[in-house]
């Protein structure tokens, strides 16, 4: 085999993550966003990362195919903390017109998502502190919100 690309690997040694994070696949809500909020914000570097369509909807609805994931993060790495996103206009869910375009409606019902999956999380990973947020547009889709669940 011939490499085609090369950059440091800082992490010789080391099997240890705290943190597992959940996120959408959506390239609107990229990891760039997500990363400067977890480091900005919450202070986190380093973590596991699992990306599915919809966040909270694969655990409520899809079980099996996260929980494999973060039982493998967990066994190999000891997390000790869940972070899950959702996000504003999730195709996932329909995006915002499967709300009639009501922002405070898809913002609610997100809301409940987050919670039910935080709920089942915390049932299954009982030793880990889960967390969620909810990323809200404003009025004219320029900002994005870190709302915590």
């Known amino acids: ?3 085609v690309f090369t950059v440091p690997f800082k992490y010789k040694g080391k099997h240890h993550c705290r943190v597992v994070v ?12 997500i990363n400067k909020f977890l480091q900005e914000h919450l202070g986190l ?7 599915a369509a919809g966040g909270a909807k694969t655990i409520n609805d899809q079980e099996k195919l996260i ?13 000790e903390r869940i972070i899950i996103f959702n996000h504003a206009d999730c195709g996932a869910y329909g995006g915002l017109k499967s709300f009639n375009g009501d922002k405070a409606a898809e913002a609610a ?3 409940q998502e987050l919670l039910k999956a935080k ?11 889960v967390e969620a947020f909810f990323l809200k547009l404003n009025q004219d889709d320029s900002q994005l919100e870190f709302i915590p669940v």
């Open 119 to 129: 709920s089942r999380l915390s049932k299954q990973f009982p030793k880990q502190i």
């Open 45 to 51: 570097t380093e973590f596991d990362l699992i990306g």
């Open 22 to 33: 959940l996120l959408c696949q959506d390239f609107r809500f990229s990891l760039t966003i």
């Open 1 to 3: 085999m011939t490499s």
């Open 67 to 79: 929980n494999f994931s973060l039982q493998v993060a967990d066994n190999l790495h000891q997390v």
């Open 109 to 111: 019902h997100h809301h």
